[in-house]
């Protein structure tokens, strides 16, 4: 025991490497903290500017900074250690520094494009304009992307492998990789088409007649589309199946549609003129009918049992709550019409006919 003391002792107060590397490991930290201590009055600082990106430039660089002072304290470090344990790692020094300060500057990037694509979308959202937030978030994964194949790269030239290499295996692999994920290409390049095209974003309602799919757009990511259903149940598509299907956007509409029958007794078919018109005059003066849209109130048919009116009109509200109680208020009007006329809406009736028996 007083051995390993009295070793650790000379280890620690006599050999002056020792002393070096405690002494960087001091300044490492302290700088470190002064970093922190700089770093939290820039950020108070930012906070009291009328502008958000100097704290989105503050919050991407934070993490980054105080990391690249570890990195270039323990590379320093490292050119200590050979003096001390008569190891040659001078050649792999200056590398891992340069990797360490790649991925500094990468993660610095990485989330400077997260932060400005979050901060650009609420600055929006508060002002209350309109954003497609699908294409700031496309724009936001691709530059991510760019970011860390541009890191890998880097990173492999550093390290001392040709880049030209790398991409010639990366083309022959990504041949046999294309085969192997034939699927996984498909909805990549799906949801690359959803991103250029912009059929629909997310928060739109949408369905197919071809798949039972209907709902609102919660997420459009590379490999597939979260679907919330009305039912509150949510549904993965792949991408690629929206290549191949019609897709409806309702929620792009301009207008609701009304469109109803409405049939009369035929005792009452001398007053069906004086209701189609007083109906067309009620539809022309309704405040939540556009009248500059298709407007058709006329006698259509004789039923089976009833005098057919066609009732073809549109709402000025796309709403799905507000239009029904439109369609309900206009419905309600036409009831009171056909009552103000004495008249009746008809129901399935059948009359028969007993011949009288012949007189013996």
Not at 186 to 197: H, M, R
Not at 231 to 260: C, D, G, L, Q, W
Request: charged share 15%; with cysteine.
């Amino acid at each position: 025991m007083d051995t390993w003391l009295t070793q650790l002792k000379t280890l620690l107060f006599d050999t002056p490497e020792v002393h070096s590397v405690l002494l960087a490991i001091l300044v490492i930290v302290a700088v470190n903290a002064l970093l922190a201590f700089a770093l939290r009055q820039v950020t108070r600082l930012a906070q009291k500017s009328n502008t958000r990106w100097d704290d989105v430039l503050v919050n991407a660089a934070r993490p980054a900074l105080r990391s690249l002072v570890w990195v270039l304290g323990i590379s320093y470090i490292l050119t200590l250690i050979p003096q001390y344990l008569h190891v040659n790692i001078v050649g792999l020094t200056s590398p891992l520094r340069n990797v360490g300060v790649t991925l500094c500057l990468a993660w610095f990037l990485f989330r400077l494009i997260t932060l400005t694509s979050r901060s650009f979308l609420s600055d929006r959202y508060e002002r209350g304009e309109s954003v497609d937030s699908t294409t700031v978030d496309a724009l936001s994964k691709l530059g991510r992307l760019s970011v860390v194949i541009a890191t890998a790269l880097s990173i492999f030239q550093t390290l001392g492998f040709s880049v030209s290499g790398v991409l010639a295996a990366g083309g022959i692999g990504g041949l046999a990789v294309g085969f192997a994920a034939k699927d996984l290409l498909a909805n990549f390049f799906g949801g690359l088409t959803i991103y250029l095209d912009r059929p629909f974003s997310v928060g739109e309602w949408i369905r197919s007649p071809d798949k039972q799919i209907e709902g609102t757009v919660e997420k459009i990511s590379w490999r597939h589309t979260r679907i919330r259903g009305f039912n509150k149940n949510p549904i993965y598509v792949p991408n690629a199946i929206f290549t191949s299907i019609v897709v409806e956007n309702p929620s792009r509409m301009t207008h609701r549609r009304i469109r109803e029958t409405i049939g009369l007794r035929y005792d009452d078919i001398a007053q069906v003129h004086s209701i189609v018109s007083q109906i067309k005059e009620m539809l022309q003066a309704h405040p939540e009918i556009d009248s500059t849209q298709t407007t058709i109130v006329n006698f259509n048919q004789f039923a089976a049992s009833s005098l057919d009116i066609m009732l073809y009109t549109f709402t000025k509200t796309t709403d799905w709550v507000r239009f029904h109680a439109v369609k309900q208020d206009v419905l309600l009007q036409i009831a009171a019409i056909i009552e103000q006329h004495q008249a009746q809406i008809a129901f399935p009736t059948r009359t028969l006919h007993i011949p009288e028996p012949p007189e013996a």
